[in-house]
Antibody
Framework: EVQLVESGGGLVQPGGSLRLSCAASGFTFNYYWMSWVRQAPGKGLEWVANIKQDGSERYYVDSVTGRFTISRDNAMNSLYLQMSSLRAEDTAIYYC??????????????WGQGTLVTVSS | DIQMTQSPSSLSASIGDRVTITCRASQTIGRYLNWYQQKTGKAPKLLIYGASTLQSGVPPRFGGSGSDRDFTLTISSLQPEDFALYFCQQSYTSPFTFGQGTTLEIK
């Protein structure tokens, strides 16, 4: 059974930093792209970033580029999101998701339960 | 960035109804379109990928169609467990943007 367990969320002041982790199990981690998706309270989903199997390619939504860094440790079956210069608008539940690739593009096949990040003074 | 627009934003329907949710992309995306369902307090769940391929384990009452800019998610006969939030997502080009969501409520 695929399991994705996020951790590291919490309350942080504006301008602060936080590192999210996602522990993966139940599948061969280094075979898959991995993504972070967030959801502000009561709002829709926003794709944040993804990373290739070997970490050689990373992509970000413009609003986090230069502030967030996605990374992975395949030996530890773990995905990370280092967040800095945090803003109130970064307040959201952050989901880790496993990406799969089909004939017509990528899709997010499995999701963690999410971790809440609150940016407030 | 590609903008994804869903309609309607909310929808009231009854058990057994057939419902359709639409998703329009701001530019052509081929069939690079996915649908997700989200229940209150839970993570999203993949329903359909590649515009029309049903994810394993998803009931066949769910169906997807469309290409280029216009897509639909159809539920052929609503069941109580289908009342939820639905999102489309394009995977044509990064950032892989989502629609704003459609809330499906019980009438």
């Amino acid at each position: 059974e695929v399991q994705l367990v996020e951790s590291g969320g919490g309350l942080v002041q504006p301008g602060g930093s936080l590192r999210l982790s996602c522990a993966a199990s139940g599948f061969t981690f280094n075979y898959y792209w991995m993504s972070w998706v967030r959801q502000a309270p009561g709002k829709g989903l926003e794709w944040v970033a993804n990373i290739k199997q070997d970490g050689s390619e990373r992509y970000y939504v413009d609003s986090v580029t230069g502030r967030f860094t996605i990374s992975r440790d395949n030996a530890m079956n773990s995905l990370y999101l280092q967040m800095s210069s945090l803003r109130a608008e970064d307040t959201a539940i952050y989901y880790c998701a496993r990406g799969s690739r089909g004939y017509h593009g990528d899709y997010l096949e499995d999701w963690g339960q999410g971790t809440l990040v609150t940016v407030s003074s | 960035d590609i903008q994804m627009t869903q309609s309607p934003s909310s929808l009231s329907a009854s058990i057994g109804d057939r419902v359709t949710i639409t998703c329009r992309a701001s530019q052509t995306i081929g069939r690079y379109l996915n649908w997700y369902q989200q229940k209150t307090g839970k993570a999203p769940k993949l329903l359909i990928y590649g515009a029309s391929t049903l994810q394993s384990g998803v009931p066949p009452r769910f169906g997807g169609s469309g290409s280029d800019r216009d897509f639909t998610l159809t539920i052929s006969s609503l069941q109580p467990e289908d009342f939820a939030l639905y999102f489309c997502q394009q995977s044509y080009t990064s950032p892989f943007t989502f629609g704003q969501g459609t809330t499906l409520e019980i009438k």
